[in-house]
């Protein structure tokens, strides 16, 4: 094989990793959508004395989704692709324990799916995209610990 069709083998396998990881940032930065507009809309609606300090904290969790949303779209950008303007359907329950628990459910896909996009930005060589998004995978995780608390399951 030549030099320059190895190079150009080395190219085409970094470029279709790219695209890869463009895919996938593009699916969190919906998911991301998502959690802004369901947080928005139930740390307003959330009754119950019981759960007067997790309303507190979700309108919390709504600024730091948003700020995860620019830190992805930002990602995308650099990376060359178009950040999505498509939003995962967001889901509502007039019943806060299970608006809560949409919430956990949420927030644990969204964990894994981080985490499945840590292991392609490192095997891709994008090592500030993997510290970027270890920085956005510890807030989930606090948003997780949040849910878990407000439901009593720890
Ligand atoms: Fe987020
Ligand atoms: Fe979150």
Avoid at 87 to 97: I, M
Avoid at 122 to 143: N, P, V, W, Y
């Amino acid at each position: 094989m030549s030099k320059s069709s190895e190079v150009a083998d080395a190219e085409g396998a970094s470029s279709s990793s790219k695209e890869e990881i463009i895919r996938g940032l593009n699916e969190d930065l919906s998911r991301e959508y998502k959690a802004i507009i369901q947080y928005v809309v139930f740390s307003q609606t959330l009754k119950g004395a019981e759960y007067g300090d997790i309303a507190e904290q979700l309108k919390e969790h709504a600024s730091q989704e948003l700020a995860h949303a620019l830190e992805v779209a930002r990602q995308i950008d650099y990376l060359g692709g178009d950040p999505t303007v498509n939003v995962k359907g967001a889901e509502y329950s007039q019943d806060s324990k299970k608006m809560l628990e949409i919430d956990l459910k949420q927030e644990q896909e969204t964990i894994k799916s981080y985490r499945e996009r840590i292991r392609q930005a490192e095997r891709s060589g994008e090592f500030a995209l993997s510290e970027a998004l270890r920085d956005i995978i510890a807030e989930e995780q606090d948003h997780e610990i949040d849910l878990r608390d407000a439901l009593g399951l720890r």
